[in-house]
């Protein structure tokens, strides 16, 4: 990371023409994660593997943070993006397993959640909300409070709405209409 702080801020058209350049939008046919049909495929972790795109994409979150004291990201989409994160905003994170180790102490994360502390919720991309639902449920079995949720794309098929029902509020850096616009 180059300094600190959010300058050189990527907006979502700058967003959405890296990630068109990275090769982590497809169009054609796809089944997703849900098991539904979608005629794009997103794929962050295609860019951030470079390390341009990550600290773009870093400094992008990072600028949205907010004043929760913590991050927190599910394995394997959103860690690159929540340690580059807490790196730029100076501020501890928890790593999300997607199931419990099966040995040691079968933590569902890594990292600490002081009861009753605030956590903001990182996420790659949101689609129908599944995943980010199970993040919110893991955090707030551990008793951190988790009132919103930031997230490089969301695909706008209801991730939105479900993660409002649990008085979880969704940002999205780059809405799915501003990657159709950027790919014609």
Do not use: C, N
């Not at 796809?30 to 794929?43: N, Q, R």
């Not at 599910?74 to 501020?91: D, H, I, K, Y």
């Not at 490089?152 to 209409?177: I, Q």
């Amino acid at each position: 990371m180059s300094g600190g702080g959010t300058a050189g801020v990527w907006d979502a058209a700058q967003i959405a023409r890296e990630l068109l350049a990275a090769g982590a939008v497809r169009f054609g046919e796809f089944t997703l994660a849900s098991g539904a049909k979608s005629d794009v495929y997103i794929d962050v972790k295609r860019a951030w593997t470079d390390p341009r795109r990550l600290e773009g994409l870093a400094r992008a979150l990072a600028a949205r943070a907010g004043r929760e004291p913590r991050l927190a990201g599910m394995e394997l989409g959103a860690v690159p993006l929540v340690v580059a994160t807490a790196l730029l905003v100076r501020r501890p994170f928890v790593v999300l397993r997607k199931a419990p180790k099966e040995h040691g102490t079968r933590q569902p994360f890594e990292g600490e959640i002081p009861a009753g502390e605030a956590v903001l919720l990182l996420e790659d991309v949101t689609t129908t909300g599944g995943s980010s639902e199970r993040s919110v449920q893991i955090l707030r079995d551990a008793g951190a409070r988790v009132e919103r949720a930031l997230t490089v794309v969301d695909r706008g098929e209801g991730a939105a709405a479900r993660l409002g029902a649990l008085g979880v509020r969704l940002e999205a850096l780059v809405p799915m209409a501003e990657l159709r616009a950027a790919q014609r």
